[in-house]
């Protein structure tokens, strides 16, 4: 098992924020990318931020946006759409979605609605 899936979230999701944060972006706009992979809405996000949950149980709880498959590319060197395990594939996907966020990309691109 990899070590990422027992992290928490909680202990990952600021570096999301400020990640975009230093590229104008806005702790709103990774809620709702996030959001939008997941299915969670603002309070459950925060539930699941306040228990600490890991990587692994945030996945097991969240209903997967049909269109993540759509989310492509590379990210820390690895292509998201090769990597075969199906829980570090969803981890690479939130992971390639803020960094588009980050890199400047317009929300309807980033959310695959373009």
């Known amino acids: 098992m990899h070590r990422i899936f027992t992290t928490s979230v909680a202990s990952?999701?600021?570096?999301?924020?400020?990640?975009?944060?230093r590229k104008?972006?806005?702790?709103?706009?990774?809620?709702?990318v996030i959001a939008w992979l997941t299915g969670f809405d603002e309070a459950?996000?925060?539930e699941h931020l306040a228990a600490e949950t890991t990587f692994e149980d945030f996945f097991a709880d969240a209903s997967l946006n049909e269109?993540?498959?759509?989310?492509?590319?590379v990210v820390c060197?690895?292509?998201?759409?090769?990597?075969?395990d199906p829980l570090m594939q969803k981890i690479r996907y939130l992971d390639k979605l803020v960094d588009e966020l980050a890199k400047g990309k317009a929300m309807d691109k980033v959310l695959r609605r373009a």
Do not use: F, I, M, Q
Request: aromatic residues 6%; charged residues 35%.
């Open 67 to 73: 269109r993540a498959t759509a989310v492509t590319g």
């Open 24 to 32: 104008g972006r806005t702790k709103a706009e990774v809620d709702e």
């Open 44 to 46: 459950a996000l925060r």
């Open 12 to 21: 990952v999701y600021p570096h999301y924020v400020a990640k975009a944060e």
């Open 77 to 84: 060197g690895v292509r998201v759409e090769d990597v075969e």
